[in-house]
């Protein structure tokens, strides 16, 4: 269980965030483009959102499991790989999913022509979660499952930490699950860290997002 301290912590963090993102909204308004906090595409993301923990990493976990049972936890990981089938009944799709993380500062930057994300190229190694879809339509299959979270894509994960395989690969009981393309994030403009760590430009003409390792 996470300590009262960590928690006092972690909600210092959240004010400073919030209080970071206060004026980058409202340079936004102003300019209508520009930097502002994360914004959650639905209601369920949003809840998550506002209960989990932003500054425990996998690191974390994969030091002390115990001590973060039962911790939700938010991190962004690019996609390695999905292997998805569908339960009996047809209702239902389920699908397994292996992630490499990546540091995100849970800002977007708007350009005028959409959101886009500005994840750091660096991170802390594997994750795995099994997630569920509800199935819709007959066009909803195992196969446009796997290629809807297809490798290079980019996800943010809410769940809770599990156990940590014998690999270092950590597993979430996943909780929800918000997946982007890659023209929604970028890999190459920003490197920077945990909270409060140096934070610097990336001096690159190549604006492919690095793939996945």
Known sequence: MISSLSK?????????????????????????????????????????????????????????PAFHAGAGVAWAGIIRSTDAREEEGGGRIVANTVFEH????WVQNNNGRGVMLFVSPRGEGLFHAKWRLDKIGRDATAESAEKYAGPGKLALVYGVPEKVD????????????????????????????????????????????SPPR
Do not use: W
């Open 8 to 64: 006092q912590q972690h909600y210092m963090i959240r004010i400073f965030v919030v209080a970071f993102f206060a004026l980058t909204v409202f340079v936004s308004c102003v300019s209508r483009v520009g930097n502002e906090s994360y914004q959650p595409a639905t209601k369920p993301e949003q809840i998550e959102l506002a209960r989990d923990y932003l500054d425990v990493y996998p690191d974390d976990v994969r030091k002390d």
């Open 102 to 105: 990546h540091y995100f500062n």
């Open 166 to 209: 014998a690999d270092g690969t950590v597993v979430l009981k996943y909780r929800y699950l918000r997946i982007l393309g890659v023209d929604c994030f970028s890999t190459n403009t920003f490197d920077y860290g945990r909270f409060g760590e140096p934070f610097r430009a990336i001096h690159s003409e190549n604006k492919t997002n």
